[in-house]
């Protein structure tokens, strides 16, 4: 089997922005008088909001606030982002180098919105849209993670066969949809997940971050010989 298609992840896997999405996350869930620690929303974190908030406060709870929570959050992540920056993980741009030098096809497959994803060009002055041939976000979806929707569709747009695609992800949530959808699963421990709860939720090799990838990734590509790091 020969991976010539790569589908990725944005917060945690190439962008160093999972602490910021809990500190977001809760001083949204504070607004409303709710009640959430930041350990328990850390755990929900790879999940798009309309996945993330009913796991944490229940579906009755989030019919009244969800909407509301999710837009809270934005702003909350904005401002957070503003103060203190954003930073991609070391080596992430030439992790995506090497993929295209070896003709793989990429697409970045995130619950964000392109609003998120405009937000963040702004902030770091990275323009995404010139590193992978397809972007998907959440509005191309009906669920996002760990619903398979986002990684489908990005297989969709890639045209290429689901056996020759592998999803690069930090969360165990990123880890379900790819096995939801058929597909292969690479784990990074740079979204602060162990490699045993990436490796149970479906990760077939396990890496620190971009840097151990991109150091790995002539083995990755021959999937017969790879070994958890």
């Not at 504070?30 to 929303?41: A, H, K, S, V």
């Not at 030098?101 to 963040?120: G, M, N, V």
Request: glycine share 6%; aromatic share 8%.
């Amino acid at each position: 089997m020969t991976f010539c298609a790569f589908v990725f992840d944005l917060d945690g896997t190439l962008l160093d922005s999972n602490p910021l999405h809990v500190r977001a996350w809760c001083a949204a869930f504070e607004q409303f008088e709710l009640e959430m620690t930041e350990d328990r929303i850390a755990e929900e974190i790879g999940k798009g909001g309309d996945q993330l908030v009913p796991s944490l406060i229940g579906k009755e709870l989030d019919k009244k606030f969800g909407k509301k929570l999710g837009k809270a959050h934005d702003k909350e992540f904005e401002k957070l982002a503003a103060r203190n920056g954003l930073k991609f993980f070391p080596d992430w741009d030439r992790l995506l180098k090497a993929c295209h030098e070896r003709d793989a096809r990429l697409a970045l497959a995130t619950s964000s919105d392109k609003k998120q994803l405009d937000f963040i060009h702004e902030i770091t002055s990275i323009d995404l849209w010139g590193f992978f041939d397809e972007i998907v976000t959440a509005a191309d979806v009906d669920q996002t993670k760990p619903s398979p929707d986002l990684f489908t569709v990005a297989v969709q747009k890639l045209r290429q066969p689901r056996r020759n695609c592998v999803v690069v992800g930090d969360t165990p949530h990123d880890c379900t949809a790819a096995l939801k959808a058929k597909l292969a699963a690479v784990g990074l421990r740079s979204g602060g997940h162990k490699t045993k709860t990436l490796q149970s939720a479906g990760a077939f090799v396990v890496y620190n971050d971009c840097t151990d990838m991109l150091r790995n990734l002539p083995t990755l590509l021959d999937p017969a010989k790879s070994k958890p790091a």
